[in-house]
């Protein structure tokens, strides 16, 4: 395949240096019949996450005595790539949806619902790139708002290597032209991973560097969070 | 300007545990307590609680609710307490006199849509609850009912029942308050007392809001 | 507590295995007569078979003077109580599609050299992978079948557009051999290879697909538990050590 310049002058084609992340946006509570809900944008990508629950499950079979499960649905709209997307799940969405369940579920105590259920709908509105991250952001400001108990929020980021340059946050053209993207999503203040998928090629030592880069974003992400959580209910 | 309480979020520290009772909402981790939800500590010397600010009902024995009875069954009821756990009302709870269940239709005594103020009067580990209408209960007929976020009910009784009973005493309505975030109302000023309900569900975590109540229920 | 838990807090496990012990790995080439290429793996008891299936096709458009490659899992329910018949769910959706970049990422197969006419006709390898029996550990034994497969792949002669199946020109261009090694953490130990009863108590696993130069092709973190910053890196160099035990059983 060939090479495609992606930095240029020590800059990327957004004019972004390698450790430095797109423009954020966080806003709670956007979904008013949710239970909880956020919408989160970083760049050109923007997602809206809606939780509803702790409700009963059906099928009764389903239920669990001892605890409570957390279902996960990841999807993206038609219009939300260049292509338009054809409507329904297809293999990619299906394993996201359940990446994303894997990077909230240590964050939930699921055994403070037993035999009930929590759903987060995540929902691509617009993609250019770290779009499975950024549906964990705001998946996460999702559950606090609704109530859900949690350990931590939980806070994601991408990392890459492009042109041999290791970086932050990469958007969709660097997606698709990386030697390599790792998806990362910890649990800040326990400083536990709670994913990690890496696609590409990569030394141990490049991974070792690039979850450091991954751990710095998201503690700054962490605090924007927070943030967002924290202007819902500022005074009047 | 009104003040705001300092609110926590889910994994942030409150204080250290110190020998004391952990209450609802929170968790310990190497003997320090975290909040699970976005919401207000309150911290005493006995005992660690936060208050959410949002969250589904998740009913405690003693607890006085509002239910709708959903399905009858043999030998009871079950009853929509607005929570992920449906309760149960058994017809010795219910009924005091008794009953022949191989003549009797129980559904005279409670029907399907009937709304009823009730106890939760056990709750399993796997959450599997009952009610009973011994007590203060009663079956509650016209009026009307609406619902709010049930961690807001304990603003909307006040301190003491100060709260309620204010908007009580200025609308002349009867009011019952479910812990359940469910509230049955009647009387003639019945929307003043929504409005002054709902105002509170808004506002709750400021300061000066029973100025503020005061001032809508004199309108 | 399982016994499986109690038996690894004391350093132990269900069957006497160490830690980092592998079961016994059983590896049958060529075992489908109807594939271009094919690989039977059995680690313990954990049975999978890999078939690898060669069609024409047209490239994608913007990689036009490539082959294309399609993995696909099936969860047999023949394999497991577990496993239910229909399309594939989550799990064998997730197991094709990290088998998939394991082989992918690390360029084993020479995809430049599968391209008959450009932008019109090249080769598209199917791997199709099968579960025969669950007993733990799916995704390393689908992974090493698939290599073992692809080693073992020929490409059949064409002619007026017509594949002579059973006929053929050439080995499949295949010039790394990437191996998975999921590392499962219960508690604070991690153990390799681990049997469903290990699985179901598993805290959570990462996986890790080694290339030859121990360079790193794949990771895909599962299960409910989180890694502490420091045990990925142990997980790492479990992995880069044991993928080059298993290397040595494909050809």
Excluded at chain 1, 5 to 32: F, Y
Excluded at chain 1, 186 to 191: G, V
Excluded at chain 2, 142 to 167: A, D, E, Q, Y
């Amino acid at each position: 395949m060939k090479e495609v310049e992606l930095i240029k002058n020590g800059k990327r084609v957004d004019g972004r240096l390698p450790e430095q992340m797109r423009e954020i946006e966080m806003l709670v509570d956007v979904v008013t019949r949710a239970n909880g809900s956020a919408k989160v944008r970083f760049g050109n990508t923007l997602i809206v996450a809606s939780v509803y629950g702790p409700k009963e499950l059906y099928p009764k079979y389903l239920q669990e005595p001892e605890t409570g499960i957390l279902r996960c649905r990841y999807a993206m709209a038609p219009f939300s790539t260049e292509e338009r997307k054809t409507p329904g799940p297809d293999r990619r969405s299906i394993e996201l949806s359940k990446v994303i369940r894997i990077a909230l579920e240590p964050a939930i105590f699921l055994e403070d619902f037993p035999r009930a259920v929590v759903d987060v709908f995540v929902e691509v509105l617009q993609a250019d790139g770290s779009t499975r991250v950024t549906g964990i952001n705001a998946a996460s400001l999702a559950l606090a708002c609704a109530g859900i108990p949690l350990r931590d929020l939980v806070s994601a980021c991408s990392v890459g290597k492009i042109n041999d340059t290791l970086v932050v946050d990469l958007n969709g053209k660097e997606d698709n032209f990386s030697q390599a993207d790792m998806s990362f999503a910890m649990l800040p203040s326990k400083d536990e991973i709670s994913l990690l998928q890496m696609d590409g090629l990569l030394t141990k030592d490049e991974i070792k560097r690039l979850i450091e880069i991954a751990k710095n974003a998201c503690k700054k992400i962490y605090e924007m969070q927070k943030q967002a959580l924290r202007e819902k209910y500022k005074g009047e | 300007m009104p003040e705001v309480r300092p609110i926590v979020l889910p994994g942030e520290l409150i204080e250290e545990k110190k020998g004391r009772k952990l209450g609802r909402n929170v968790y310990e981790e190497n003997g320090k307590v975290f909040s699970k939800v976005l919401g207000i500590p309150k911290v005493s010397e006995n005992e660690i609680t936060v208050i959410p600010l949002a969250g589904v009902y998740f009913p405690r024995v003693g607890d006085k609710v509002i239910g709708i009875i959903r399905e009858i069954e043999v030998a009871g009821w079950f009853v929509d307490i607005n929570s992920p756990y449906v309760a149960f009302l058994p017809l010795a709870e219910a009924v005091e006199e008794y009953i022949d269940l191989s003549r009797a239709d129980i559904s005279k005594y409670y029907d399907i849509g009937d709304v009823i103020f009730c106890r939760i009067s056990k709750v399993t580990k796997s959450k599997i609850v009952q009610v009973s209408m011994r007590g203060s209960s009663q079956k509650l007929v016209g009026g009307i009912i609406i619902k709010i976020t049930p961690s807001k009910v304990p603003r909307v009784i006040g301190k003491n029942g100060s709260m309620i009973n204010l908007i009580k005493n200025k609308t002349g309505c009867k009011i019952l308050v479910g812990q359940n975030g469910l509230i049955w109302i009647e009387g003639k000023e019945k929307a003043k007392a929504v409005e002054a309900i709902l105002t509170i569900e808004k506002k709750s975590h400021i300061y000066g809001l029973t100025e503020e109540i005061e001032k809508l229920l004199m309108r | 507590m399982t016994y499986a838990l109690e038996l690894i807090e004391k350093g132990k496990r269900i069957d006497g295995r160490k830690f980092d012990e592998f079961r016994p790995i059983f590896l049958q080439e060529g075992v489908i007569k109807n594939a271009e290429g094919s690989a039977r793996v059995k680690i313990g008891e954990t049975e999978v078979i890999a078939g690898v299936k060669l069609e024409l096709g047209t490239p994608f458009p913007d990689t036009p003077e490539e082959g294309i490659l399609i993995v696909n899992a099936e969860f047999s329910p023949l394999a497991s109580p577990d496993f239910e018949p229909g399309p594939p769910g989550e799990d064998a959706i997730e197991l094709a599609r990290v088998v998939d970049r394991g082989i992918r990422e690390s360029k084993c197969i020479e995809l430049e050299k599968l391209c008959l006419i450009p932008r019109e006709k090249v080769w598209c390898v199917f791997v199709d992978i099968h579960i025969i029996n669950h007993q733990g550990n799916l995704l390393d034994a689908s992974a090493l079948a698939s290599i073992a497969a692809l080693r073992n792949a020929k490409i059949p002669k064409v002619e007026n557009d017509k594949i002579i199946r059973g006929d053929f020109e050439k080995q499949l261009p295949v010039i790394f051999k990437p191996i998975n090694i999921t590392v499962a953490k219960i508690g604070n130990n991690f153990i390799l290879d681990p049997l469903l009863e290990e699985e179901e108590i598993a805290n959570s696993k990462l996986s890790i697909c080694v290339r030859d130069d121990d360079k790193i092709c794949g990771m895909q973190k599962q299960g409910s538990g989180t890694f502490k910053f420091e045990e990925i890196e142990k997980a790492l160099d479990l992995a880069i050590e044991k993928s080059k035990e298993l290397r040595k059983l494909v050809k």
